[in-house]
């Protein structure tokens, strides 16, 4: 079936520092979204992107979706230590079974 | 507006006990999921319900496990006889299609613990 690659698995940074993840498919996405879960918690639904191309911001996130709608990206500028958790993309197939990746652990030293 | 609720928060047994996991949605939201979450396998959805019917249950990982949605506002998740294997935190998802299926919007989980 459709699998999406997520990279890297984990990210160490100093806090200020960016930190990007990556979410790769070998087909087509008809969407794609992006959740946070903080140690402990339970993921939360950060965005949805649909359209090629598409660009999206929220504060110091940055998410993209790629031009031929096969990978996304979610850019954090200048991290700080509530953005520690484990970052998720996620997509539905035609036979709407959502898949999650398996995440971006962030670790952000003081 | 309340979210998903899950209970238990916890849940300890040993193996060969009968575990009931359980599930409100949140009102109004038509489609149901049941995930499970460990290092090993990450996060995989075992069923999905919409309007109280299952819909997929290919992730179900064998007969031990069942799923029921009786109603639209309760669900469960049963386990029996449980083993250490299934080891884990269970999380419940809904959704609105008519809004936006796919942003799920997730409970709190149930760790559970198998010994």
């Known amino acids: 079936g459709q699998q999406v690659m997520q990279i890297p698995q984990y990210q160490h940074v100093q806090e200020g520092e960016d930190f990007t993840t990556y979410c790769n498919s070998s087909t087509t996405l008809s969407n794609i979204q992006w959740y946070k879960q903080r140690p402990g918690g339970h993921p939360v639904f950060l965005i949805q992107?649909?359209?090629?191309?598409e660009v999206k911001k929220q504060k110091r996130l940055t998410f993209q979706f790629g031009e031929a709608k096969k990978n996304s990206s979610l850019h954090i500028t200048a991290t700080q230590t509530t953005d520690v958790g484990t970052y998720f993309c996620s997509y539905s197939g035609g036979s709407y079974i959502p898949t999650f990746g398996r995440g971006t652990s962030l670790i952000v030293h003081p | 507006d309340a979210g998903v609720i899950q209970s238990p928060r916890h849940e300890v047994t040993e193996m060969g006990q009968e575990v009931t996991l359980r599930c409100k949605p949140i009102s109004g939201h038509d489609y149901l999921f049941w995930y499970r979450q460990t290092m090993m396998r990450g996060l995989e959805l075992l069923i999905y319900?919409?309007?109280?019917?299952?819909?997929?249950d290919s992730g179900m990982p064998e007969d031990r496990f069942s799923a029921k949605m009786p109603n639209a506002s309760f669900s469960t998740l049963k386990i029996q006889p449980s083993e250490p294997r299934d080891s884990a935190v269970y999380f419940c998802a809904s959704s609105l299609s008519t809004r936006d299926p796919d942003t799920q919007y997730f409970g709190p989980g149930t760790r559970l613990t198998v010994l």
């Open positions: 319900f919409n309007n109280n019917v299952p819909i997929d």
């Open positions: 992107l649909v359209k090629s191309g």
